[in-house]
């Protein structure tokens, strides 16, 4: 079974509005929810084996706040261009790529693509969650996705079962 971490990065900051998008910071309660996030996939047992994420400067410090949460030995992070405000169809070809042994991974990235791709590979799964997956897709928002077999290159739209979906404020 592969399981797939959808992690929209935390909230940012609209500070100074002249920043570049790719350059935008954390705002503090981004930087808050960030590691809270990161405890909780360790506490549910969802520790990816490899992080792919957009190389954005939110997303960066997303995982840098949410690793030291998840334990040691630490996953392998992949800082990828093409990750940022990749379409869901970019996301999707970026995970068919992948070795069969990387049974988890966790994408960090951004708002349509993240939230559209899970709606896509949203075949079944708890009601309520695909519910509230169906209406936002918040910032630190986590879904977490499980698909039959053990190649990522089988990976198809409806194939997954939605096991849990969340957002900062519905951790305790």
Excluded: C
């Excluded at 994408?107 to 169906?134: E, F, M, Q, S, Y």
């Amino acid at each position: 079974m592969l399981k797939l971490l959808l992690l929209r990065h935390a909230k940012s900051s609209w500070d100074d509005p002249a920043i570049d998008d790719h350059e935008r910071p954390l705002a503090k309660r981004g930087a808050n929810a960030a590691p809270r996030m990161g405890q909780h996939i360790a506490a549910a047992h969802h520790v990816p084996n490899l992080i792919l994420s957009s190389d954005s400067v939110r997303t960066h410090a997303t995982v840098a706040l949410v690793l030291p949460e998840l334990g040691l030995p630490a996953p392998p992070v992949r800082y990828e261009a093409e990750l940022y405000l990749a379409a869901p169809t970019d996301i999707l070809e970026r995970l068919h790529k992948l070795k069969s042994e990387t049974a988890t991974v966790m994408v960090v990235g951004h708002n349509p693509g993240l939230h559209l791709l899970a709606l896509a590979l949203t075949g079944g799964g708890d009601p309520d969650a695909i519910k509230r997956l169906a209406q936002k897709f918040p910032t630190a928002g986590l879904a977490v996705l499980t698909f039959p077999g053990k190649s990522w290159a089988n990976l198809k739209p409806g194939a997954g079962t939605l096991e849990a979906f969340l957002g900062p404020r519905d951790l305790v």
